[in-house]
């Protein structure tokens, strides 16, 4: 039985709505644009890289962390999705969620953006400023 991590991306440059998810295969969705990238469990609890991919992705108990070669992680919540992402410098953000949507991001500075849903949809999101925007739908 194998078993295969995929890493997907939905918009260039940032990890929108990054997960894990665990079922006969396992998916990273949030990597990279317009792309799937594969990684193969091994015995040893450690994943192969897929060819073209310098990314580790490395499994500590239940827990996932996808370190990029130029010092970027991405580490994984209780639920699977992304809670923390970090560069080499120590940048960090923060991810916070209520009821599997993304509520806020939070910067190493404690600046925030928080996000608004009408339904399943954001309808708006404002930061620790205390400016908004709103979306409306046609």
């Known amino acids: 039985h194998h078993h295969w991590i995929g890493v997907m991306a ?27 990238a594969w990684f193969y469990a091994k015995a040893d609890n450690t994943y192969s890289s897929p060819p073209g991919i310098t990314a580790e ?5 239940t827990a996932y962390t996808l370190e990029e070669r130029f ?10 999705r992304i809670g923390q992402w970090q560069d080499a410098d120590d940048n960090m953000l923060v991810f916070s969620y209520l009821d599997a949507k993304l509520q806020s991001v939070q910067d190493a500075f404690g600046r925030t953006l ?7 949809l954001i309808d ?3 930061d620790s400023a205390g400016r908004s925007v709103s979306y409306f739908l046609p």
């Open 10 to 36: 939905q918009e260039e440059g940032y990890y929108i709505d990054v997960k894990i998810s665990t079922t006969s295969y396992t998916s990273i969705h949030g990597y990279q644009e317009d792309s799937v």
């Open 124 to 126: 708006s999101v404002s």
């Open 114 to 120: 928080t996000f608004h849903y009408s339904g399943d």
């Open 57 to 61: 992705l490395v499994k500590e108990g």
């Open 71 to 80: 010092g970027i992680s991405l580490q994984f919540n209780a639920e699977n």
